[in-house]
């Protein structure tokens, strides 16, 4: 179910994202249906017609859930599952169910669970029968005429400052483990992008790992750090394996996942995946940079890896595989980026990006340890341990370092065209 809102709101015309969202989370989408509102409305956000609508539609059609596009209130949820008869869920809800069964370390299971239980906070509103008023008493659960939903948002406030707790220790063992690599002199570079822009499948082109990918949404939400060799620079950098981000991504998700995203945050370089044959990858590249900004990374410098260039028509191809793009946007809008087209299942591309990673740190400031911890402009990194000469592949400690200062476009290499020289996107 799809809402445009207008005013600048966020909306998906085809829902195809939503859909990629259920299949992901194990649902079959059966119908999408679309509605046009100046604003939600206030008990259902979609409005009484279109709730009548959308229950005969259930019922024809036999489906178990409705899912929504946008978020929906505590309230609008309960009146509508009240209203259609099946359960109702947001794009929050499902992402984070994809989230709960994507997870298998253990900080990444914290880190789910943790936003999954402030999202549930703010559900507790009369859903269930069992909300009547407890006895209080010597020996009895509660306090005197505590009522269910107070013990029910208690327990979970308690939960969510235990949780918290075990990752502050988990964070503070990546702290220790990016003094050690910053000693090394180890240079980091991370993989981010847009969900299912193929960031796995180069991550494995390029290390030799065995990394699970999938053509799906959020295939990877554990930070995956090995070895890459650089027979130009005639070293080792690390090369860390990112979860994807996603429109509409939850702030608390976010928040939940900076021991996660740290590993970009405290990158020397990131490569910035972008899914070269979706019809979309501008709002997607807004998004990461939105969400790079968020936490605390927009500055880091970037390779533009235009992914799946096999995917592309003969005559939507680049006329050139490599160039320099205009970043749009945010404080470093104007800056130029290089940027590389690659297929990471074909293998083409790969050794021009490998070069162009070698210049790049050849090019950057030694890395330098300066301290930062996760509260002060991102949180904590996934790791394991590594020597800079490590084989190519082999497991290393999640990229962690301080942020080192921005590499300006005058430090890159000098070989550059005009832009208007260049594709700008997928031309042909």
Partial sequence: MGVDLGRGEAFD?????????????????????????????????IGSGKADEI?????????HTVLFD????????????????????????????IFAARAQSFEGKLQ????????????????????????????????????QIELDRRMIDDRIKSIKERLKKVQKQRATQRRARARNGVFRVSLVGYTNAGKSTLFNALTKAKAYAANQLFATLDTTTRSLYLEEAGTSVSLSDTVGFIRDL?????????ATLQEAADADLLLHVVDAASPVLAEQMEEVERVLAEIGAQHIPQILVYNKLDLLED???????????????????????????????????????????ASLMQAAPVPEYAGQDLESASEGGMADAGEPEAAEGADVDGADDADDGDLNPQDLPQDRSDPQDHPQGRTG
Avoid: C
């Fill in 13 to 45: 015309p085809t829902l195809d994202e939503l859909a990629l969202l259920a299949e992901s989370a194990g649902d079959t989408p059966v119908a999408r249906v679309f509605a046009k509102r100046k604003a939600p409305d206030a008990a259902l956000f």
């Fill in 55 to 63: 229950k005969l539609m259930v019922q024809a059609l036999g489906a």
């Fill in 70 to 97: 946008q978020a929906i209130s505590p309230a609008q949820q309960r009146n509508l599952e009240r209203h259609l008869g099946v359960p109702v869920a947001d794009r929050t809800a499902l992402i984070l169910e």
């Fill in 112 to 147: 789910v669970e943790l936003a999954r239980l402030q999202y549930l906070s703010t559900r507790l509103v009369r859903r269930w029968s069992h909300l009547e008023r407890q006895s209080g008493g010597i020996g009895m659960r509660g306090g005197p005429g505590e009522r």
């Fill in 250 to 258: 939850p702030h608390k998700l976010v928040e939940a996942f900076k």
């Fill in 315 to 357: 005559n939507q191809r680049p006329r050139q595989l490599q160039d320099w793009l205009t970043r749009v946007g945010g404080e470093h809008g104007g800056q130029r980026l290089p940027r590389i087209f690659v297929s990471a299942v074909k293998g083409e591309g790969l050794d021009e990006l490998r070069s162009m990673i």
